[in-house]
């Protein structure tokens, strides 16, 4: 399974898989790009760090949705590293019909919370608000619904009495970089069984 990352900032969870990988955990998962959307954002310095190619082609005038021609030129240029599969990790642009064709069934999606609860945007900030005593992530197949695709995992995470947003926000992100790797290596030795 040849595996690009889409990510628009930090890239602690990119950061997760490809240390993963450095440590033999992936299996027959191979990352063989990183994609971002964002000129100089974090993740982009991964590429150098871990040998993989790291790319920040245009994404258009918007900022939260590709246009389609734009879609296609990005679809276009990751099939062009040798991908076959697609991590979204952290990225924050919805994906329409040019990658979902091109990558059919193949690109799947972290989430900081437990779907279907908080979909959208800040998702942490609106648990935290809602005063859930637990959340956590969760990795879904991507489709035409934001956050709306199959359920492939989750983890769960617990608010504890004196947590803090940031404490909140720590323990999701410790679970995401426990779970995505995890579950990538699964998908990878299902695919080579
Ligand atoms: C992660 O918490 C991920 O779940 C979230 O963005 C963060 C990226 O962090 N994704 C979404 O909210 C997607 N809707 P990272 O750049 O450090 O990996």
Redesign the pocket.
Known sequence: MNVAIL?S??????DAILRAQSAGLLGGARIVSLFCDIPGAR?LELGPRFGVPAFQPDAGPFKTKFPPEVEREWARRIRDTGADFVVL??F?RVVKAPLLEAFAGRII????SLLPAFPGLD?IGQAWRRGVRVSG?TVHHVNAEV?GGAIIDQAAVRREDGDTLADFERKI?EA?HALLPAVLARLAAAEAS
């Open positions: 990510g900032g930090r890239g602690s969870n990119a993740i990790a952290g924050m999606n972290l989430h900081p998702a992530c956050d992100h995401e």
